[in-house]
């Protein structure tokens, strides 16, 4: 079976590729160009690469035709929106229905969607079911509630879809950037360098985190389940782990001995964060296998080769 993976050159698409090669798939990957250059290449060997924009609707035209399934990854980020929230609104709500629109007249059997917990918003109540009232907090939030939504309208055109709300996601090839942050970029590098790791707020708020490799799992898995077709699913471990519980693991793994710092509240965060992973444990036999400490250690590792690296530039 033929798989179109858009975003397989990013953090959690290329290990989908990786996942679906392993498989047997043949495995595209396409590529825009909205990136380059900006991280080394981390698209499997064996995968085709397939060049087109999102926002030009007869590009997805071309790159789906012959697809059996297309797993959509490709997004502006949740930090990225902060500095452009109009190209956010472009690629994440035209470009979805841009390729939706190719993948219908195309006759794709099923759309895999990359969605986000920011659906969510507050949490009213945890851990989050797919039932969970739906009221973003920020933009990132809203665009992947249309991209959501624009799948499930089944007027003018209607495609088989998987909806996979992401959790927060973490592992190897996570890069460190000013516009693709997270808990784990901001952490493992200064747990690395022997520096105080710095918390917001009390350090008592909870996320769910998630092993990359668990997550590439899952889209292969609801992929091919015939129970996960036009269904929602939270993915993550199932588990909230605190801030600080969290600070401590990364130090206990780094050796590193300086105490955390505490400072101001983060404005976007949220206090408890936690899955309700047991629809897609029943409807697609999907659980994670990768444990929070082992991830970390294995993430670790990543961010120490690339701590090794940027000193080899330095000092040639």
């Given at each position: 079976?033929?798989?179109?993976v ?9 290990h989908?590729?990786?996942h679906?090669?392993n498989?047997g798939f043949?495995t595209?990957?396409?590529?825009s ?7 080394p ?22 790159v ?6 297309v ?19 472009k ?7 841009n390729l939706?629109r ?5 006759g ?18 945890h851990?989050i079911?797919?039932?969970h009232?739906l009221?973003?907090?920020e933009?990132y939030?809203v ?10 309208c089944v007027?003018?055109?209607k495609?088989?879809y ?5 959790f927060n996601v973490y592992?190897?090839?996570?890069y460190p950037?000013?516009h693709?942050s997270s ?10 360098r022997?520096?105080s ?8 708020q ?5 092993f990359?490799?668990?997550v590439?799992r ?19 471990s199932?588990k909230?782990t605190s801030?600080?519980?969290?600070a401590r ?8 001995p300086?105490?955390s710092?505490?400072n ?8 408890h964060?936690?899955a309700d992973?047991s ?23 990543f961010?120490?080769?690339?701590e090794?690296?940027k000193?080899e530039?330095?000092?040639g």
């Amino acid at each position: 079976m033929k798989c179109l993976v858009t975003g397989g050159g990013g953090f959690i698409g290329s290990h989908v590729v990786d996942h679906l090669v392993n498989n047997g798939f043949e495995t595209y990957v396409l590529v825009s160009g909205f990136r380059s250059g900006k991280h080394p290449n981390i698209i499997n060997k064996d995968a085709h690469i397939v060049r087109g924009n999102l926002l030009h609707f007869s590009d997805m035209k071309i790159v789906t035709e012959g697809m059996d399934y297309v797993l959509h990854l490709a997004a502006v980020l949740s930090h990225f929106f902060e500095s452009d929230p109009h190209l956010t609104i472009k690629t994440n709500i035209n470009g979805t229905w841009n390729l939706k629109r190719a993948c219908w007249e195309n006759g794709v059997e099923r759309i895999v969607f990359a969605s986000s917990s920011f659906v969510y918003g507050e949490p009213q109540w945890h851990p989050i079911r797919e039932d969970h009232p739906l009221n973003p907090k920020e933009l990132y939030g809203v665009t992947k509630l249309a991209g959501e939504k624009i799948l499930q309208c089944v007027y003018p055109e209607k495609v088989p879809y998987t909806i996979l709300r992401l959790f927060n996601v973490y592992g190897p090839r996570q890069y460190p950037s000013d516009h693709y942050s997270s808990v784990m970029t901001a952490l493992m590098p200064k747990a690395i360098r022997k520096e105080s790791l710095q918390i917001h707020d009390d350090g008592t708020q909870k996320l769910d985190f998630v092993f990359v490799q668990d997550v590439a799992r899952a889209f292969v898995q609801t992929m091919v389940s015939a129970d996960s077709e036009n269904e929602v699913f939270n993915v993550g471990s199932g588990k909230a782990t605190s801030m600080n519980s969290l600070a401590r693991m990364v130090n206990k793994i780094a050796e590193n001995p300086t105490h955390s710092h505490y400072n101001r509240e983060h404005p976007a965060y949220l206090r408890h964060v936690q899955a309700d992973i047991s629809k897609i444990r029943e409807k697609a036999e999907w659980k994670p296998l990768i444990g929070l400490e082992n991830g970390l250690k294995r993430t670790l590792e990543f961010f120490e080769t690339l701590e090794e690296k940027k000193n080899e530039r330095r000092d040639g």
